[in-house]
């Protein structure tokens, strides 16, 4: 069964510095792989997905992620952290059984300090 | 309006009442979905629907009750809730295909009393 795990529930980094939340999934089929974010009192919004094509996905607001499959892994990262980052970012597996669902992990929680 | 919207936004309900949640999808997907957000757990999927029939139920209580009238909006009504449901309610809908992006509407926070 395909699952995610998110290491580490709350990450804190200063203003300017690297960004890195960290992705594991276990699938038994080549996976699709997404990260979302979501603001405080909002849903959940597409950062980037990962769909078999460049294993290096480019997302919006300046994240990117790497499909590493020798690692099982699909870490979100950013280069230069901004105030506005601030928020809860779920990376999820999608499964295909009739329909299409989304496994997600349990999420973490980023404050970026001025 | 554009995108998934969800009303209301914000539900206070005692344990006695009735009340629906209202989705509705701007985007010609033919899937949708409801989803529980609480505190101390993740994200947990309730309801899918494919091109209006139910396809998952996650072992969801009969106090939820799920509707899809069509592809366009979804309806989960609420009776006879507890405490412990209070949460945040969220809608999405995709293509049924996969690598599909699930979007998401704003999401309807319940509180139980």
């Known amino acids: 069964a395909q699952s995610v795990t998110q290491l580490g529930s709350h990450v804190s980094v200063s203003e300017g510095a690297l960004v890195l939340l960290r992705c594991n999934y276990s699938?038994?089929?080549?996976?699709?792989l997404f990260w979302y974010v979501q603001y405080p009192n909002q849903g959940l919004q597409l950062l980037l997905k990962?769909?078999?094509?460049?294993?290096l996905v480019k997302g919006i607001n300046g994240f990117e992620a790497e499909f590493k499959k020798s690692e099982t892994s699909f870490h979100l990262t950013k280069p230069s952290a901004h105030m506005s980052d601030a928020a809860e970012y779920f990376c999820?597996?999608?499964?295909?059984?009739?329909?299409?669902?989304?496994?997600f992990g349990q999420g973490t929680r980023l404050t970026i300090n001025p | 309006e554009t995108g998934v919207t969800q009303t209301p936004r914000h539900l206070v309900m005692g344990m006695t009442n009735k009340k629906s949640l209202k989705c509705e999808q701007h985007l010609g997907h033919n899937a949708m979905y409801w989803y529980k957000q609480s505190a101390k757990k993740p994200l947990e999927l309730m309801f899918v629907y494919n091109f209006k029939e139910q396809t998952e139920n996650n072992s969801v209580p009969s106090r939820f009750s799920p509707e899809c009238p069509n592809s366009s909006h979804l309806f989960l009504h609420l009776h006879t809730l507890q405490p412990e449901d209070s949460a945040l309610y969220l809608c999405?809908?995709?293509?049924?295909?996969?690598?599909?992006?699930?979007?998401f509407g704003p999401g309807t926070r319940l509180l139980v009393l």
């Open positions: 699938s038994s089929v080549p996976p699709y």
């Open positions: 999820a597996v999608s499964v295909i059984q009739g329909a299409q669902k989304l496994v």
């Open positions: 999405a809908s995709s293509q049924d295909k996969g690598g599909e992006t699930q979007y």
């Open positions: 990962y769909t078999s094509a460049a294993t």
